[in-house]
């Protein structure tokens, strides 16, 4: 089975093993994964604030791109990537003008009718109904699923019908075996864009999210968006600073922890990127 | 043979000025059946009603035809004129020649032949009008008030003071309705329950009023004046007549744990319960679904104690046809329930309350004797959070619309609590403060002032529990545009007011349109805020849309006033131009064919089956047949008839048809 | 050659455009002769081929008038209409009458001013498509087919 896939930086760049985990359950599942041929970047700064049109085009042209390989799905990883994808193919369906605009100007046809999935949503469809037979090493400990803002956001493309108190990743996280504990800070802001112009917000922010986790037993906080990871793992040190103690508690991606629990080594997994060590309460194969 | 007579208006200079009306009343003279035709100055005038009076008895004039102002305001004047010239009064029609005609142009050619074009038209359609009776319904003296709370109080009050029987018909074992609830009531801070329970009593005990709790309404059929309803008295177990409220049989029911209804789930009752100690009629009913007994077959209890015998565990429901002439719906409303706020943990912290819940704390017959105390471990709190426009004005809540009440509540629910807890802080979060009644913004100034209650102006973000408080996180937007959070000890969400579950479906039952938040509709926002689409069926209190106590209990003497005005008759006079089957003798009977489009039209139900039986009983056709009882003329089934079978009296097709040939032919 | 004065005819419901005339006459404000109304309870009492007798009759134009949608007086009224009118005007095309002979409006009680407004431009429109001759081409058509 084969389906698209919309790296973007980060998966590229900072969150590699984000990538690496999602590759390696996907060959285990016997999906096979396709970068879109010539992909650029999704615009998902604030400048899409700034220039209507490029701020459409940028996203269009993966979905034009993805069209003309033959792809009726795409997965988007990254939050924002997705993000920016969906809002584009939602504005563009209510107004044919303007996808017809955009088209010409890239000079591609855009049916714009390909299903885009975010991680959730792709591990949901078509990772869990194989699970059964896969899992070899139950994640058996307590886990704190964290969404991040863009996940289930915003409510009227989305349409998520519990946005407030999502449970798409807690599920999945139950299949592994863990038990996804309810906390209140599953939607919380982590500090965002901060992360590079000012540090100590990320650091009250994130901070705050750790510290209910850790307070509610949770032994991993299992993330789906890079930058949540990298404000939750990468910025640690900021948030130890506003704690006033050190946290261990690691921060793994989700497909890292189907990985795990598939059996999969943990370099396979491609824990040894973070910047905090993934200690787990549970048994894990040796890196060959 | 026609015999029209035309009587053209000045009005003063009103319409002379610019239209040649001598002229036009020449021109009128030669139309074909016109037998009298003649100006004057003021023809609304007495003189000038006793000329047309005088023309109708000496010329036998068939018809009349005044030319002057809009008939939307000399209609009636005129028609009553014929009526007592002897001339039946819908034969008697007018053409607008001043709003539509000589105020609007220059004095011209143009515009005095207009005027004669207009006369002319109207003197085609008259030629074509029949002779028209007011329609006569009967009406029964009976009204059904649907709901026992302060509005279904009021207004049986009041119709029963009027003379007339009510029959007051409430779905929980007593009345009182969600006033009951209460504990002090705004801006007097009365106690609710004492300015309450006297008109409870006077209920129970009016002569005029039959009082059925724990009954509802089954089906309503019938129209205005002469409706037939079906009460099912749900079995409460217990022989009333026996019965003396004593209550020895709930301190002895063995089933205790049974979340209290009226106190919002905050305390217990048992299987075998009178709602709250002044409840009226003060006599139990059984719980079938918690009962032992019921359940499972066991106890008894209460049939052991009762000093008079009078447990029935065998009693069924029972069915009640009545025949009322008017129904006042006064259901009221509920409140949005937990599942709507999954950010504030309202269900998950059991110090997350609704202000009705706080109302319960607060009362002085509630779970906690009035004491304000945390539901999860009874400690008084030392600070407490009230969130306002808890659902409210939030269209992602899917209610954009404002309750009404819960600024005022919640400003009251923070001075008891500083009245109660001398101590303790409380802060209100808020979006905006509505305070628009009489002495309301004075109560809310005397919360900030005298009580020191902290308004913040912010939103609620999240309520999450941590070390025992519940940190509320919000906004205070005016004073430091900063994030606030607060370590409260409990919160109290001014949940929004919705209508009650049900409500659609009792609506359907008995026709009446509801909006897209099944509050009942009004016919008109403006003019009829008591009346509804469906004749004879008047609306009160917050079943309509969410209000205060004050404009309940005036709303519902409104809605009582109508019924009054409805059976200050003993029969109902109704304009007839309305629709009509046409029947003709057998073999035909009519050109209906029976597809029913025009009922399926009909805003009013008006439009019902009529068999038409041979000799021998036989239904031979099906044809649809308008009750004029509840026609309002409106025409639409008159336009889709495919065969032209249904027609208007008083716009007929003919007389369309003639208007328009006329209109447009002035030869 | 005097110039061409159209004939229009306006079918009114009663509670809320013939009121918004009212208030016109009352607001003094003028309007051109032209048009003549006939008051109907409600536009949903039309039957449209009404609109059809009145070309048949010599209108050059017809106006159509009633509450705006959610105020009929009679609730539903005013849907019905909406909707007859927009089948209406398709079979209209399809028989090669100029639609814009017609003109489909809502005038609330309180909207005088609309109401010149819409006779006002009506009588322009109309001027401009000249007079409707073709109902007299076919029944002139009709008359001498009968008579051979």
């Known amino acids: 089975m084969k389906i698209g896939l919309y790296p973007g930086c980060s998966l590229t760049g900072s969150s590699r093993e984000y990538n690496e985990s999602l590759l390696a359950i996907a060959k285990e599942a016997g999906i096979e994964l396709c970068q879109i041929n010539d992909w650029n970047c999704c615009g998902a700064t604030a400048a899409h604030n700034l220039n209507k049109e490029l701020s459409l085009s940028l996203p269009a042209r993966n979905l034009a791109l993805a069209e003309l390989e033959g792809m009726n799905e795409l997965v988007v990883p990254c939050a924002a990537c997705f993000n920016r994808l969906v809002m584009t193919q939602h504005e563009l369906s209510e107004k044919n003008d303007l996808r017809k605009l955009i088209s010409d100007k890239l000079q591609l046809p855009l049916k714009n009718e390909i299903k885009i999935y975010n991680v959730l949503q792709f591990l949901e469809k078509h990772i869990v109904p194989r699970l059964g037979q896969l899992v070899k090493n139950p994640m058996a400990f307590d886990v704190a699923c964290y969404y991040g803002c863009l996940l289930v956001r915003p409510q009227n493309v989305m349409k998520s019908e519990r946005f407030e108190d999502p449970m798409t990743m807690d599920v999945i996280m139950q299949k592994l075996g863990a038990n996804a504990i309810d906390w209140p800070f599953k939607t919380e802001c982590c500090g965002a864009g901060f992360s590079v112009s000012k540090i100590e917000i990320v650091g009250e922010l994130s901070g705050k999210i750790v510290r209910n986790a850790v307070d509610h037993g949770a032994k991993a906080i299992v993330v789906a968006c890079p930058m949540c990871h990298s404000n939750l793992d990468m910025r640690r040190p900021a948030i130890d600073k506003y704690l006033n103690m050190k946290m261990d508690i690691p921060v793994i991606y989700i497909t890292q922890a189907i990985a795990l629990a598939m059996g999969l080594t943990p370099h396979q997994a491609g824990i040894q990127r973070h910047f905090v060590p993934v200690n787990l309460p549970v048994n894990l194969p040796v890196n060959r | ?667 | 050659m005097t110039e061409f004065e159209p004939k229009i005819i306006a079918f009114v419901c009663n509670w809320c455009t013939y009121a918004g005339a009212d208030l016109t006459g009352t607001s003094r404000i003028k309007y051109a002769q032209n048009v003549k109304i006939i008051r109907f309870p409600c536009t949903g009492r039309i039957d449209f081929m009404l609109l059809l007798k009145s070309f048949g009759e010599g209108a050059d134009g017809i106006i159509v008038s009633g509450c705006h949608p959610n105020d009929c007086h009679y609730t539903s009224g005013n849907f019905h209409a909406r909707r007859r009118w927009i089948m209406f005007r398709g079979l209209l095309d399809l028989l090669g009458i100029d639609v814009r002979r017609i003109q489909y409006s809502w005038v609330s009680a309180a909207e005088g001013a609309k109401w010149a407004d819409i006779v006002n431009s009506t009588v322009n429109t109309i001027r401009e498509l000249g007079p409707y001759t073709e109902y007299e081409k076919v029944a002139g058509y009709l008359e001498k087919e009968a008579n051979q």
Not at chain 2, 359 to 380: V, Y
């Open chain 2, 1 to 667: 043979m026609s015999k029209i007579g035309v009587f053209i208006c000045h009005c003063g200079e009103n319409i002379s000025s610019t239209v040649d009306v001598v002229r036009v009343a020449e021109a009128a003279g030669e139309l074909e059946g016109v037998a009298f035709s003649t100006d004057y100055k003021y023809m609304c005038s007495d003189p000038g009603q006793t000329m047309i009076k005088q023309a109708i008895k000496e010329k036998g004039l068939t018809g009349v035809v005044v030319g002057s102002c809009s008939p939307r305001m000399h209609e009636p004047t005129f028609r009553k004129a014929c009526k007592e010239a002897g001339l039946n009064p819908f034969m008697c029609e007018m053409a607008n020649l001043r709003e539509h005609c000589s105020w609007v142009h220059d004095k011209s050619e143009a515009t005095t032949q207009k005027a004669i074009d207009l006369v002319r038209t109207l003197v085609e359609k008259v030629k074509l009008n029949k002779p028209l009776f007011s329609i006569k319904v009967p009406v029964t003296k009976t009204a059904l008030v649907i709901g026992g709370g302060i509005a279904g109080i009021q207004a049986s009050l009041d119709i029963a003071s009027a003379g007339h029987q009510v029959i007051l018909v409430e779905k929980d074992p007593s009345i009182g309705g969600h006033m009951s609830q209460l504990s002090e009531t705004f801006p007097t801070l009365d106690c609710s329950q004492c300015i309450l329970t006297p008109r409870m009593v006077e209920v129970a005990q009016h002569p005029n009023i039959k009082l059925l709790t724990y009954a509802e309404l089954e089906k309503l059929e019938g129209s205005i004046g002469s409706f037939k309803a079906t009460i099912r008295k749900k079995a409460k177990s217990i022989d009333e007549n026996l019965c003396n409220g004593c209550g020895t049989c709930t301190t002895k029911c063995p089933t205790k744990k049974i979340p209290s209804e009226f106190n919002t789930g905050l305390g217990m009752r048992t299987a075998i319960y009178v709602p709250f100690p002044q409840a009226v009629p003060n006599k139990p009913v059984i719980d079938k679904e918690n009962c032992s007994y019921y359940q499972k077959g066991k106890c008894k209890v209460c049939e052991k104690v009762c000093p008079t015998g009078a447990i029935r565990f065998d009693q069924e429901d029972e069915l009640v046809e009545i025949e009322v002439g008017a129904v006042v719906i006064a259901t009221g409303f509920d409140i949005m329930q937990p599942s709507g706020f999954p950010e504030y943990g309202y269900g998950k912290y059991k110090d997350v309350i609704t202000g009705l819940q706080f109302e319960r704390l607060a009362s002085a017959s509630g779970p906690t004797l009035g004491e304000i105390r945390r539901p999860s471990d009874g400690k008084i709190p030392e600070k407490i959070v009230f969130v306002a426009c808890a659902g409210s004005r939030d269209p992602a809540k899917g209610i954009p619309y404002c309750s009404k009440i819960c600024c005022m509540y919640t400003a009251k629910h923070a001075m008891l609590y500083q009245h109660k807890v001398h101590h303790g802080k409380s802060y209100i979060f808020y979006m905006d403060i509505r305070a628009a009644g009489k002495n309301y913004e004075e109560f809310v100034r005397r919360a900030i002032v005298e009580d020191e209650v902290n308004y913040i102006r912010g939103r609620v973000s999240k309520i999450y529990e941590e070390n025992g408080k519940l940190i509320v996180k919000g906004v205070d937007t005016l004073l430091s545009a900063k994030p606030v959070e607060i370590e409260a000890d409990m919160v109290v969400l001014a949940s929004a007011a919705v209508a009650n579950p049900g409500a659609e479906e009792l609506a359907q039952k008995m026709h009446v349109s509801y909006d897209s938040y099944s509050f009942f509709s009004e016919a008109h926002p403006k003019l009829k805020p008591v009346e509804t689409n469906t004749a004879g069926i008047f609306l009160a209190g917050a079943c309509q849309a969410p209000k205060d106590i004050p404009e309940t209990v005036a709303q519902a003497s409104g809605a009582a006033s109508k019924v009054i005005i409805l059976f200050s008759k003993d029969e109902l006079s109704r304009d007839p131009l309305i629709a009509v089957v046409n029947r003709s003798p057998a073999p035909v009977f009519s050109t209906c064919v029976g597809c029913f489009l025009c009922a399926s039209a009909c805003p009013y139900q008006a439009i019902g089956e009529e068999l038409i039986t041979n000799r021998q009983g036989k239904v031979i056709k099906k044809v649809a047949k308008v009750n004029p009882g509840l026609c309002q003329g409106c025409g639409t089934c008159v336009a889709f008839c495919r065969s032209k079978s249904i027609d208007i009296q008083g716009y007929s097709n003919e007389q369309m048809c003639a208007e328009v040939v006329a209109l447009l032919n002035n030869d």
